[in-house]
């Protein structure tokens, strides 16, 4: 309550130098405390040049990205978690019967798979995009069973959480 009152009393003094809406915003949705950190020079140029190649605003922004990117990696490396993700896999649909097998996994595991996409790149080849949802564990688990039939050339599985 005080934070929200303090952030008022700012709205009234600040009001022309400052979006009346953003900071309101900041104020009462947004609380954040400071760290310290400490870089190399070297490392600190390497780092600043990569976050305005990225289009980070700000060194902040960067490295919260980071550190969400470290904690969803450590929870999918632990299996532990609710995670979502794609698998995009690119198969031959020529290749024995890779089509009905990846059917037949899609439609046994259909409330973890909750969309597909399909794309035919030539005669032959086909992209499919999978989004799933599920314990991290499971998620790697299917992946790595529809990457293994035979006639998928290559799966790639993106994951995330959806909440941090």
Known sequence: MFLVLLCNTYLK???VFISVTRLYYWCVTVPVERVGVSFEP???????????EKGYTSRSEAIRDLVRKSLIESEVETGKG???GTLTIIYD?????VARRL???QHHHHGRILSTTHIHIDEHRCLEVLIIRGRADVVRRLADNIRAIKGVKHGELVVTKASL
């Not at 070297?42 to 305005?52: A, G, N, R, S, V």
Request: proline share 0%; charged share 45%.
């Open 103 to 105: 059917l037949h996994l």
């Open 42 to 52: 070297e490392l600190l140029d390497k780092f600043d040049k990569l976050i305005k």
């Open 82 to 84: 609710e995670i979502m």
């Open 13 to 15: 003094k600040f009001r």
């Open 93 to 97: 649909h020529d290749a024995g019967d």
